[in-house]
């Protein structure tokens, strides 16, 4: 763990064992946190702040540039590390990292976009000056399935506001969570700045973080119920909070899309991260017009998805996290067979052979879903493209609207009028037209209802640690 600058053993001496989620084997072990270490952590930020929040924007801009650098000149062992650690193929860790890098380039740009306000007075001797401030002390709880960009997400816009933070990263993923923090280190971030507490038990992590009143702020990406749970804990102590969460994105096909440029998009986006993606696609709603097309496309290029390590050439998905996930997928595609959907490609978990080890489930396509199966409410978070024929275009918004969730929805059409109507009806934060990667470090990204609140990136994603305060100027 790394506290006040230090990287030291938890208090308690335990440690957890990491592994390779396509192997089983074990990689490494990080010391196993608890309450204790979270209040020492916390003690770190807080007297950190002071001075990190006086520093000039000059300054903090500088060590992101450098941390920044770093990262870009150490990508390709991050995007290794992230591989063993995390599963996904080469190319994609790859992208990541890059992805991860570009948002310590972009808040360290922003930092010097902080302003205030001079604000017109009724009375002729009052001025009003208005300035943003750091929140101070940030709790943050990150995810294993962007095991970098999550937290690059979290730490630039923090300490590019003069934040200083508490980072606890997920059990899965912690060796990457420690490249990012000596990237930091290494950038010159001052002792107490960032702190890290690893654990295997993240409750009392969690409640340590919601209470303790040092800490002004907990920004938090995972899953729904985690994030409502603990949104709640930080409410009883008036804590800012920004939660990024599941999603459950439709993938709409106008009559007049190109079926098969659709059908190419849908096999790409769906297959990322081996469909473990708060924005992958959970419904593909086609059109029947263009719905055999579309499913031929889909079907060739399920089909030529190859499941494996990571490290190998070609593949395509790597395993899911671990074994709950792999059992989550194979009920949902249990469920929708029993309820009479089919399943042209894939459909089973792999389970011999070089996948003995590891926890993988077969690329699958289903079709003939239907709004009664799991699927269709249900994040999946595994490598499942589930089509649903339509024929009322005038009922496809709805139909896509018709969940909780609000991250992440994707529209394909040729007309430019359809586009902008479906842009404004449907109901999430994120909507790619035409499109299956509407992200950038410089757009914001989050989403309504049960996917969550505030913005992470673009302009937005600095507000989120800043505080306003008014000067009232008698003269
Ligand atoms: P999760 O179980 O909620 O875990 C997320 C983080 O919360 C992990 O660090 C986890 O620690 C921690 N955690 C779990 N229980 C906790 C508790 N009681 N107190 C404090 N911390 C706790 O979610 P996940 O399965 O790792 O991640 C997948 C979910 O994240 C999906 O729903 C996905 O859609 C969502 N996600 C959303 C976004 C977005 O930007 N909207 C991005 C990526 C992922 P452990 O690792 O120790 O369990």
Redo the contacts with the bound molecule.
């Keep these: 763990m790394f506290l006040d600058g230090q990287w030291v053993q938890a208090v308690s001496g335990d440690v957890f064992s990491v592994t390779n989620p396509a192997t089983g084997e074990v990689i490494g072990e990080m010391p196993d946190g608890g309450a204790a270490d979270t209040t020492a952590a916390i003690a770190a930020a807080s007297a950190a702040f002071g001075s990190w929040s006086t520093t000039t924007a000059y300054e903090r801009s500088a060590i992101l540039y450098k941390a920044w650098q770093l990262m870009v000149e150490r990508s390709e062992d991050l995007a290794n590390l992230m591989t063993l650690e995390q599963g996904k193929p080469l190319k994609a860790s790859r992208f990541e990292v890059s992805y991860a890098a570009d948002f310590l380039q972009w808040f360290a740009e922003e930092a010097k976009r902080v302003t205030g306000e001079w604000l017109p007075s009724a009375r002729a001797n009052q001025r009003f000056l208005s300035i943003k401030q750091p929140v101070g002390v940030v709790g943050a709880?990150?995810?294993?399935?962007?095991p970098i960009s999550?937290l690059t997400r979290k730490m630039g816009p923090a300490l590019a506001a003069g934040c200083t933070m508490v980072l606890?990263?997920?059990?899965?993923t912690p060796l990457c969570a420690k490249a990012v923090f000596d990237v930091f280190v290494d950038a010159g971030i001052p002792a107490g700045v960032i702190n890290m507490v690893t654990?295997?038990t993240?409750?009392p992590?969690?409640e340590v973080l919601t209470s303790d009143p040092r800490v002004a702020k907990l920004t938090f990406?995972?899953?729904?119920a985690?994030?409502k749970?603990?949104a709640g804990a930080a409410a009883a102590n008036l804590q800012r909070v920004s939660v990024?969460?599941?999603?459950h994105a439709p993938f709409i096909v106008y009559p007049d899309a190109d079926p098969v440029h659709a059908a190419k998009g849908a096999a790409a986006l769906k297959f990322l991260n081996s469909g473990q993606a708060?924005i992958s696609p959970n419904r593909l709603y086609v059109h029947r017009s263009v719905a055999e097309p579309f499913i031929e496309t889909l079907t060739a290029r399920v089909a030529k998805v190859k499941a494996g390590s990571g490290f190998d050439d070609g593949v395509g998905v790597g395993p899911l996290v671990n074994d709950a996930a792999v059992a989550k997928v194979a009920n949902q595609v249990d469920d929708a067979r029993a309820k009479g959907a089919e399943v042209p490609v894939g459909g089973e978990r792999l389970e011999t052979g070089d996948y003995a080890n590891g926890h993988f489930y077969a690329p699958t396509l289903i079709t003939g879903v239907t709004t009664d199966m799991l699927i269709s409410h249900e994040?999946t978070?595994g490598p499942v493209a589930p089509v649903m024929v339509y024929d009322e275009v005038d009922e496809v918004i709805e139909l896509a609207n018709a969940t909780n969730y609000g991250?992440a929805a994707y529209v394909y059409t040729r007309d430019i009028s359809t586009a902008f109507k479906a842009f404004e009806a449907l109901r999430f934060g994120i909507i790619g037209i035409n499109d299956v990667n509407p992200t950038s470090a410089a757009a914001p990204?989050g989403?309504m209802g049960d996917?969550?609140l505030g913005r992470e990136g673009g302009h937005e994603g600095i507000d989120e640690y800043l505080e306003t305060k008014l000067g009232g100027f008698a003269i």
Excluded at 168 to 172: C, Q, R, T
Excluded at 244 to 247: D, P, V
């Design positions: 709880i990150t995810p294993w399935n962007y999550m606890k990263p997920a059990e899965a654990t295997s993240p409750a992590v969690g990406t995972g899953s729904t985690v994030g749970m603990l990024e969460l599941g999603g708060c994040e978070f991250l990204f989403g996917s969550g």
